[in-house]
């Protein structure tokens, strides 16, 4: 995805500027704006409380999808690891793994109380 720049310098000549956007950042601005949503939503009695799990979970699987996608345009369709992924594939794996190891933990300790 890019976003295309026109203008014009003081001569007349026209310029085009392309501005790359890579798409795998739509999902870590959807975890994002997850993050800033759960907060208010695990104090109250409504909605329930474990919907900020369930938004946890969610939220990390979309970063662990999305970091996959890295390999999947590559042609690799089973994979174990982060070992043939580009820098920001293994940051979004790894964000994506703890918010749902930390959305498991906090459903089980909500549970067993």
Do not use: H
Not at 36 to 41: D, E, F, M, W
Not at 91 to 98: E, N, P, W
């Amino acid at each position: 995805m890019s976003y295309w720049w026109y203008s014009k310098d003081k001569e007349g000549k026209r310029w085009v500027t392309s501005i790359s956007i890579p798409y795998e950042l739509f999902p870590f601005f959807l975890c994002l704006i997850m993050a800033i949503v759960i907060p208010p939503l695990r104090n109250g009695k409504y909605p329930p409380r474990y919907l900020g799990d369930i938004l946890l979970l969610g939220s990390g699987f979309i970063l662990f999808f999305s970091s996959k996608l890295y390999q999947f345009k590559t042609g690799i369709w089973i994979s174990w690891g982060w070992r043939n992924m580009p820098l920001i594939g293994k940051i979004f794996y790894l964000c994506g793994y703890l918010l749902m190891i930390f959305g498991a933990l906090d459903f089980l300790m909500m549970v067993l109380r």
